[in-house]
């Protein structure tokens, strides 16, 4: 399984051995966007059709696309880490969102 980018959106592709293609599916959305190809240079230009279809079909119907993100994140944790987190984040001379924007960050870069 891997990842794909394109204008923001990331999908999530896996190969289909059954049918011999990939299958890809844009991540992090209520609509669903996916694609599918036999080749990596067609999924690559499948998936720009898919999302640059589904950002048309949007504005042709006056809605707002769907963002894969709003930067809001709401999560629950054990007492104890959130303890040890707003410490970490006080020691680094930071707030508890500018500590967990750095710790997500480097989280998913790795």
Known sequence: MSCMRYKGYAARVEYDERDDIFVGRVLGMRDIISFHASSVPELHEAFRGALDDYLADCAER???????????????IRPEVHAAASVAARAAGKSLNQWADEVFEQAAMA
Not at 62 to 76: C, F, I, N, Q, Y
């Open 62 to 76: 006056g809605v707002t696309p769907e963002k894969p993100a709003s930067g809001k994140v709401m999560l629950r």
